[in-house]
């Protein structure tokens, strides 16, 4: 990786009549190692041979101030290592097209192979014993032909439909695959390391759950269409256009929540149809720490392969939602002053924001007919925008909320400076948010050059999540990724599928969620096997790290280097105890201190 040492030009803020840049907010603050790697550490996936000592060169404030204008700063690097990556330029509905729906067809047509197979040899049972059921099991296999394929059934298959079927499974494996892939290679390879983390951090925020539905479908236009461009702009852009987004709508089902007396009106002398889905959704779970109201079983609807085909259909209804996790969760808080019912009047605002053409990864659409008509009451405040204009209003007045400024610049400076974060630096990320309108790029701005972030007690405050823990270590070693598959898989093992947080809440940013004994153990087995050189698909050059002058100087370089010198005693003697390069540089990635940033 190359910082580049172009003149930056800083950017003036003036509040109260004067003004103020990066360079003047960090005034007193030292450009030395200890602190440069703390910014490393902090704001980005920690430093890359060689990082601290550009930055250094460049200056800390300069340093900043790119990373707070990513756009500026070319990032040539990562692009060439996600060059070959053709699902993550695909639109949702492309991506359905080449990706899914063959799978889809494939799977239907075996599944009604069998069924008429199972339905002939049910018929010829029947003749010879009259008194035989006629809705047994394989008479069920009949009437589903959507169930999934086990094992089994897949053996069964003549050879070239096999082969066939294998083929577009794993060219439907290919999205997730390299959406996984590109989200840690730009970790570790990325020159906007603060955008990358904050990409995570918003993702997170506004989270959905791969497992769920068609989710994988519209996953890479999430974070790429939704999610990053906005890391840096205002707060309410944000908001909009995850409220908008068709993941965000079927994950927490408001695409399906309507106006329960939607079927009493017409258009066109026709009954009022609801959209229905298409990829089967894995059973979900319970949430924690609070469960996420379920809708009731679709009896056969939005592509549930399990259900009855022939039971009656639930009658569209008023979903709760998204409502509720949007006032919870993404803006104003758990205790942000709302009641329940606010939760229903914020869920008829919503009603008809739907997803056109769900079947072929299609886009947000709203649907009039829909729409509960007529005021709503949200927070005391009357809505009457009608229409699609209903939902804005609300996203208007939520992104203006001071609890929402309040709740906002809690969660950064949770994840920026400190898991016990000071009531005073909140206070005044929630006057910058309130005072900018919502711009997050000055709200990281006040963060990041905050006498609390440089202060004693955050250097290595914060636990590494397996991701940034991951992603720090082969910055640390310079190792070079050609497949990040198994690096994707040993997240799993780690406890940490990239996208797979079930809840809305996404992954949880406490230090007590991610240090106890089996995930230390999962760390320090993969430090080994990294510098081992035992992980598929990536190179760790350990002599370009330690040079040629005997252990005892490799335990120095890699100490001072990985660690900034700064270890107990403890963890000096563990590392003395390494008798060979590969046992050093495990026990330093497994070091307590290498575990924070």
Known sequence: MRFRSAAVVLV??????????????????????????HVLNRIGFGPAPGDVQRVAQ???????????????????????????????KLSSEQIANRYYTPFQQARKEIKKEEGQKAQTQTQAQQQTDPNMAANGTQADAAKNPFAPIDQKELQDLPPEEREKFIELRKAQARVHDELTQQKLLRAVYSDHQLEEQLVDFWFNHFNVFVGKGPERVYLTEYERDVIRPHVFGKFRDLLGATAHSPAMMFYLDNWQSSDPNAELRRNNNRPFARPAGFYPPRRQ???????????????GQNGNPNANPNAPKRKPGLNENYARELMELHTLGVNGGYTQQDVIEVAKCFTGWTIDKPQQGGSFRFDDRRHVPGPKTVLGKKIDKGGEGDGEAVLDMLAKHPSTAKFIATKLVHKFVSDDPSPALIDRVAKTFRDT??????????IITSPEFFAPDALRAKVKTPF??????????????????????NLQQMGMPLYGAQPPTGYVDHAETWVNTGSLLNRMNFA???????????????SRL???DGIDAARQTLVANMLSNEVSDATRATIEKGTEPAQVAALTLGSPEFQRR
């Open 58 to 88: 460049l200056g800390l404030d300069k340093y900043i101030e790119q990373q707070l204008h990513p756009e500026k700063l070319p990032d040539d690097g990562v692009k060439a290592k996600l060059a070959s990556f053709e699902t993550l």
């Open 285 to 299: 779970p319970a949430f924690a720490p609070r469960p996420m109201p379920m809708p009731a079983p679709q009896n």
């Open 546 to 548: 330690i040079g040629a």
């Open 528 to 542: 080994l096997a990294l510098v081992s050189n035992h992980v598929k698909g990536v190179t760790v050059d350990l």
């Open 12 to 37: 003036a803020l003036s509040i109260g009549g004067a003004t103020v840049t990066t360079a003047s907010k960090l005034k007193g603050i030292p450009n030395d190692d200890r602190t440069i790697t």
């Open 468 to 489: 940034e823990f991951v992603a720090s270590a082969l910055r640390a070693t310079g190792a070079q990724v050609d497949d990040a598959t198994v690096l994707v898989r």
């Open 437 to 446: 309108d919502g711009d997050l790029r000055e709200v990281m701005r006040t």
